[in-house]
């Protein structure tokens, strides 16, 4: 067992929804983060998937101390970040680093790559001297694949993958322990996505990174994960290892994701047996009692309505689930027709 | 991309789709000739982008002429812009008074020279008094948001509300009224707090829609992981991206001054002969349009030409601080 | 679904035009460029394709490959300028559309050949309800009563299983979700009952579950409707499940075309190998995926030879001098490399 770098703790994150001006009324909240708990171990990638509005990237907001959680806990090697504050919190956040998901939009348009990956050296002086730094910003530009001699370049210079790189780059700068990736490759065209993964997991053997990996696309998660995490409206459905996830999936909404992803093989069109799932994801404002999944469920009782499953390890199965009635059920079918 | 040591000056084509542009991925393709590079920003480029712009030159030195006319007249014209002999009112332009004489016999083109002062001096000053406060304003009401932004807001609401010629003869008859012996110095300066007032909150609305257009951005939120502060986050990401339309309107509201001190001294609380100012002039010679069109054509001419290069250099500015329309 | 493709399209324009091919809608050696500020760009280089009534062909490619742009010159909404047609045919039935007036050309969108985009939330007007949007077409090409327009709107947004469509009716497109959206739009893009449907990119905002809902609601209309279906997409998962035939394309140039299982079985162009060995699939675990190195052209200075010598792991001396032509290999499939022959032969 390795140690925990970063725990979660019962973490919920809810948004006042107001109305007015200048009189603000609360009308209600958006339950974006409810109730979610996780460990990430040193070295590995924990995938986190789900669909939109299931609080993936409010998750990573949290993580990356950007919003203060509404209860619970971050914990980054004991400590609780979101009470962090001034130089602590500042030292803490060379430690954990975010990739975004646009890399047209999260580069400032106006400095150069230059100036963007050097950014992190002046705002954490202490990492590297003055004189060091045009240095180790080339050494960067080398690691993620681009050419040093690009560094007087602007951003829009470049294409989508070689932005994203350029964010890489600048994430790594500060030598973090914990990378979150939010939905990093999923604007990127499918022959870059995967220079951009393998890029990624060159990195983590390199450096020992850890990474939590966000993204809805459960055939990029489970390429990189170690462990993965379904989530639906701000819940953990089901958590565990890659292979119990996609091998051995037990909760209803896993099942019904995997089984609706397309494989690129038209010979599994016919014996694939898709679960439709009926409707869209309730709001994140006011969700169903019980189980947030109840509403789309086939296999919904009155039990749900009543009583919120816990995630936890079900007879008939190794690995925590939230469904009263977890089961498994094969849904990956390419091992047998391969 | 053959040649990689001018493709960040030169523009690199930007295609409709964004896959392209750029050089290859693999670093170390043969990448001969390298300049030693200096590291540069946005300002060095800017300034390197500048030099190359036609555009920029010529404004620059029209401007730099217009300003020199305003700091020494007298490099440019011995004649005499106060005083005339009422015996040449009215004579057309010739080789000795290239302008012409105006009603009172005084030479036009000395007037003209003199009155680039008044003018320039009300119309820069203003302007850059309003980008200031409007643009401060704007961003602390943008970035803060909440009560802060409300109270601004409504602030600016007000004084949007008045009327800017009853707001400026409100704020000019009380310190400057007939019968006050301000000097032109005061005068000017009155003339152009009045002007600043009366038009901050146009620049503070723009600036704070800027802001909060900006301040939502991916790379804003980017900075706060990486932990920069607020300054830096003002400084380096918010103003360099907020920063283009308040030039532009910058620039125009350099005209629209020139226009309103004139306005304001034909309503007899501006600047007053015996100071000179292209307004005066223009608001003097309109009665004599028809028999002696060269009395308006003159000072306006000059009015046209330094807004115009005002324009001209704010929109140069404004495409090299954009690394995109490089 | 043996369909014969048209093969020997190396020779551009080689056909005669209105020669009665019986074909439903041809798109015969189009080629557009984009005249912007820094230059010219070749978006389309010459390219050909055709759907037939009840098939889906899936035009497969990257961004920039000028998969939409081929769509956007066969709505006749290309933006004009940057855009311009500069050579080539788009036959309906047999008639060349870019040689009909503006009239003509309005009278077959919508009810000749109709288009659903990627992002429905821009393609609805926010200031009208969904059912007034839908009826009004009625109204304004069939000349219904208000009335009636109104009923056939319903029916069509039941159709496309909304549910409560009556009450739906009157909503406007913020208050549908994303998947509901995309109903709506595929409803009003039927309404009038067109024989070639365009779908651009339909799922791609959507996650998974809907997109198979939506994907199936597709399928099943068109069987139904008989339509000819184009199906323009990035996502090889999605395509393997639908499509009749594909054509792949790359820097506006259609590389490889043939029926979906020849296609993933044996690849007979080194770009889709490559495409398909760098997707990481779902029923895999993790390995290095091999990646197509490098990046796609720039269309302003499109490589010379093959387009795709650059990143090609093939390429050889000829393939920098000799652009290949789209040749037929074999019963039913065409590719554009010089090597199309050993690559499908080779294990």
């Given amino acids: 067992m390795t140690e925990n770098i970063i725990e979660v703790r019962d973490l919920v994150k809810h948004y006042p929804v107001t109305r007015g001006i200048v009189f603000k009324k609360t009308t209600g909240h958006v339950k974006a983060v409810d109730g979610v708990s996780f460990d990430l171990k040193a070295g590995e990638t924990l995938g986190v998937v789900g669909e939109s509005g299931c609080g993936k990237s409010t998750l990573a907001r949290v993580l990356m101390n950007l919003e203060r959680p509404t209860s619970g806990q971050v914990l980054y090697k004991g400590q609780d970040i979101s009470k962090l504050s001034g130089g602590a919190l500042r030292r803490l956040r060379r430690q954990i680093q975010l990739v975004m998901q646009d890399p047209y939009t999260s580069l400032n348009p106006r400095m150069t790559v230059g100036d963007l990956i050097g950014e992190p050296f002046e705002i954490h002086p202490e990492v590297a001297p003055r004189g060091s730094r045009r240095t180790k910003v080339k050494e960067l530009l080398d690691l993620v694949g681009l050419n040093p001699e690009h560094i007087n370049r602007y951003p829009h210079q470049f294409s989508g993958g070689q932005r994203q790189r350029i964010g890489i780059a600048r994430a790594l700068a500060l030598r973090p322990e914990v990378i979150v990736c939010d939905e990093p490759v999923s604007a990127l065209d499918v022959s870059i996505q995967a220079q951009v993964m393998n890029l990624l997991e060159k990195l983590q053997a390199e450096f020992g990174l850890s990474y939590v990996f966000i993204a809805h696309d459960l055939s990029v998660v489970r390429h990189l994960s170690d462990r993965v995490a379904v989530m639906y409206l701000g819940k953990m459905v089901e958590v565990g290892t890659e292979d119990e996830i996609y091998e051995r999936p037990t909760h209803p909404y896993t099942q019904a994701l995997l089984s609706a992803v397309p494989v690129p093989d038209p010979t599994l069109r016919d014996n694939k047996a898709i679960i439709r799932l009926t409707g869209d994801v309730p709001s994140p404002i006011s969700p169903p009692s019980g189980c947030r999944f109840r509403t789309r469920c086939w296999k919904a009782q009155d039990l749900c309505a009543q009583e919120v499953p816990l995630l936890q390890i079900r007879p008939g199965s190794d690995h925590p689930s939230a469904c009263h009635f977890a089961e498994r059920r094969e849904i990956v079918p390419a091992h047998e027709v391969a | ?326 | 679904m043996s369909d014969i493709l048209v093969s020997e399209q190396s020779a551009p324009g080689a056909d005669g035009s209105g020669r009665p091919s019986g074909r439903l809608l041809e798109v015969d050696d189009l080629r557009v460029e984009f005249r912007t500020r820094d230059g010219v760009a070749k978006v389309i280089n010459g390219v050909t394709y055709h759907v037939d009534a009840g098939e889906t062909l899936a035009v497969l490619g990257e961004s920039g490959s000028g998969k939409s742009v081929t769509a956007q010159t066969i709505m006749g909404i290309l933006d004009t300028p940057p855009g311009f047609v500069t050579g080539g045919q788009v036959r309906f039935h047999g008639k060349d559309m870019l040689k009909m007036s503006a009239e003509q050309r309005r009278r077959i969108r919508g009810e000749g050949i109709a288009m659903i985009f990627q992002d429905s939330l821009s393609a609805l007007n926010p200031v009208f309800t969904v059912g007034f949007q839908i009826a009004e077409q009625f109204r304004v090409r069939r000349g219904m009563s208000r009335s009636d327009a109104k009923k056939r709107a319903i029916e069509m947004l039941d159709q496309v299983k909304i549910p409560n469509a009556k009450g739906r009716f009157s909503n406007y497109p913020h208050q549908f979700s994303g998947g509901m959206r995309q109903r709506a739009m595929i409803a009003m893009s039927l309404a009038l009952d067109p024989e070639v449907l365009i779908a651009d990119e339909p799922t791609t905002a959507l996650d998974v579950t809907v997109q198979a809902q939506i994907m199936d609601l597709l399928g099943e209309l068109q069987r139904e409707r008989q339509m000819g279906m184009i199906l323009i997409t990035h996502d090889l998962g999605v395509v393997a499940d639908v499509a009749d035939r594909i054509a792949v394309m790359y820097a506006g140039r259609i590389v490889e075309e043939a029926n979906v299982y020849d296609l993933y079985a044996k690849p007979a162009h080194p770009y889709t190998l490559g495409l398909l060995n760098s997707i990481p699939r779902l029923d895999e675990k993790g390995q290095e995926l091999r990646t197509i190195k490098g990046l796609p052209p720039n269309l302003m200075n499109i490589p010379s030879g093959c387009p795709f010598n650059p990143r090609c792991p093939m390429a050889q001396p000829v393939c920098r001098e000799k652009l290949p032509p789209l040749l037929q290999i074999g019963s039913g499939r065409a590719s554009a490399c010089h090597f199309a022959e050993e690559l499908v032969n080779r294990d």
């Fill in chain 2, 1 to 326: 991309m053959s040649d990689p040591s001018a493709a960040s000056l030169v523009s690199t084509p930007r295609p409709e789709q964004p896959s392209e542009a750029g050089a290859p991925v693999n670093a170390g393709l043969p990448e001969s000739a390298q300049k030693q590079q200096k590291p540069r920003g946005l300002l060095g480029d800017a300034w390197i982008d500048l030099r190359r712009k036609p555009l920029f030159w010529i404004s620059a030195t029209l401007i730099v002429i217009f300003v020199l006319m305003a700091a020494f007249p007298s490099l440019f014209t011995s004649g005499d812009a106060v005083n005339g002999a009422l015996s040449r009112s009215q004579v057309k332009p010739s080789a000795d008074a290239w302008f012409g004489y105006d009603v009172q016999g005084r030479d036009v083109f000395a007037r003209t020279i003199y009155g680039a002062r008044a003018s320039i001096m009300v119309a820069l000053l203003s302007v850059i008094g309003t980008l200031l406060i409007g643009g401060t304003m704007g961003i602390i009401a943008g970035y803060r948001g909440g009560w802060v932004d409300a109270l601004l807001s409504r602030i600016a609401d007000i004084f949007f509300g008045l009327p800017f010629v009853l707001g400026s003869i409100v704020i000019l008859t009380t310190f400057n009224g007939s019968g006050s012996d301000n000097n032109e110095w005061t005068i000017m300066g009155l003339v152009i707090m009045s002007l600043t007032v009366l038009s901050w909150p146009v620049v503070m609305r723009l600036m704070r829609s800027s802001v909060l257009a900006t301040k939502e951005a991916d790379y804003i939120v980017a900075a706060r992981a990486l932990g920069a502060g607020t300054g830096r986050i003002i400084l380096k990401h918010l103003l360099p991206n907020c920063l283009a339309p308040l030039l532009v309107y910058g620039t125009i509201m350099v005209g629209s001054f020139i226009g309103a001190e004139a306005t304001l001294s034909f309503l007899g609380i501006g600047l007053k002969t015996p100071v000179v100012s292209w307004g005066i002039m223009i608001s003097e010679a309109q009665n004599y349009i028809r028999v002696s069109p060269y009395l308006l054509f003159f000072p306006a001419a000059f009015l046209v030409t330094a807004v115009l290069s005002f324009v001209m250099l704010g929109e140069a500015v404004r495409e090299a601080l954009d690394p995109k329309l490089r």
